[in-house]
Antibody, heavy 122, light 113 residues
Framework: EVQLVQSGAEVKKPGESLKISCKAS????????IGWVRQVPGKGLEWMGI????????KYSPSFQGQVTISADRSINTAYLQWSSLKASDTAIYYC???????????????WGQGTLVTVSS | DIVMNQSPDSLAVSLGERATINCKSS????????????LGWYQQKPGQPPKLLIY???TRESGVPDRFSGSGSGTDFTLTISSLQAEDVAVYYC?????????FGQGTRLEIK
């Protein structure tokens, strides 16, 4: 069974650093892209970026480029999203999602993590 | 970036009636290599992550009830719920994954009238 299990909720102060995780199981971690999506409470979904754990190829949305870092550790089947200096505006739920593929062609985000709520407040 | 625009922003439909949500992309999302539109529809219920309903614009994901259907090609797409059930109350998003950055529509909130 495919599962993406994310790390727990975090409460941080502005300026602090943070790394949240998404542990994958039930499939070959290195052969599927994993993306991150932000959702400010009560608002819509924003695509942040995506990584291919097989070779660490990473793509970012311009809106998030330079603001976060996406990485993956193949040895423990885990993807990460990190900030070096949080802002109050980073308060949101963050989801990881696998990009499924059929016959070598991508078809969408077929499995999602449960979400990690990050609260940034002084 | 490809901009996705959904309409309407919110919709109220009676139980058993048809619900239709539209999505327009600022450029074509048709992938020539497999002739598929890289457009998906997602359903998000309160407190839950999004769920993939439709991929390649018109293919239902496994386990999705057949009252959900998708249509369209190029830049104009539609999600139709043929007979609204109470459990379909949710926010629906279209998303293109044709080119990075992938982008979502703003969402359509579907309620019972």
């Amino acid at each position: 069974e495919v599962q993406l299990v994310q790390s727990g909720a975090e409460v941080k102060k502005p300026g602090e650093s943070l790394k949240i995780s998404c542990k994958a199981s039930g499939y070959s971690f290195t052969t599927y892209w994993i993306g991150w999506v932000r959702q400010v409470p009560g608002k819509g979904l924003e695509w942040m970026g995506i990584i291919y754990p097989g070779d660490s190829d990473t793509k970012y949305s311009p809106s998030f480029q330079g603001q976060v870092t996406i990485s993956a550790d193949r040895s423990i089947n885990t993807a990460y999203l990190q900030w070096s200096s949080l802002k109050a505006s980073d308060t949101a739920i963050y989801y990881c999602a696998r990009r499924g593929h059929l016959g070598g062609y991508s078809y969408g985000s077929d499995y999602w993590g449960q979400g990690t709520l990050v609260t940034v407040s002084s | 970036d490809i901009v996705m625009n959904q309409s309407p922003d919110s919709l109220a439909v009676s139980l058993g009636e048809r619900a239709t949500i539209n999505c327009k992309s600022s450029q074509s999302v048709l992938f020539s290599s497999n002739n598929k539109n890289y457009l998906g529809w997602y359903q998000q219920k309160p407190g839950q992550p999004p769920k993939l309903l439709i991929y390649w614009a018109s293919t239902r994901e496994s386990g999705v009830p057949d009252r959900f259907s998708g249509s369209g090609s190029g830049t104009d797409f539609t999600l139709t719920i043929s007979s609204l059930q109470a459990e379909d109350v949710a926010v629906y998003y279209c998303k293109q994954h044709y080119s990075s950055p992938f982008t979502f529509g703003q969402g359509t909130r579907l309620e019972i009238k």
